[in-house]
């Protein structure tokens, strides 16, 4: 009888071991992109541009996919260097990475970011820099593109590229 109750008494206490805990609601969450997320993630930041264009009187942005891919291909040669920077591994510029994606336009500008924070929060940080809101407000500007790369640590480096079809319009 002893030797069913120690049987029951240690599956009782591990059982119990295995339990979640509780979450610490004031641990900062960890924010995760998952495949599916790229449509929303990409509207989400051009509605959030186009708002914050539309309040300081700019025309809105269009996304365009050529200028996406040059930003998707950006932003996973970041990570492989591990270094936040506008020069691709191979020595490419910006202008480079639009043109050989077939873009018809010139490039306007480029921002680039490392870190573990979502799409808006990078925005609103762009935003408070000169020169990457700049690029953001820049009323040459007609299109965008927009991604990024998460490692597996949850490292995200995020690119945002604006473009123009518009001739005469130039790099801010």
Known sequence: MIRLISIFLVLGLTVAGCTPRPVDSDAPQLYRIGRGDTGKIQFRMLDSVNALRSASGQAP???DPKLNAA???HSRDMSIQNRPWHFGSDG???IDRVARVGYPG???GENISET???ELETLAAWMEKPDTRRVILSPDATQMGF????ESN??????LVTGSTVPGAGPV
């Open 61 to 63: 942005l269009q996304l």
């Open 71 to 73: 930003a998707a291909t």
């Open 92 to 94: 490419s510029s910006p």
């Open 106 to 108: 010139v490039l306007i």
């Open 116 to 118: 573990y924070e979502s």
């Open 147 to 150: 991604s990024w790369f998460q």
């Open 154 to 159: 949850g490292k995200i480096w995020w690119t």
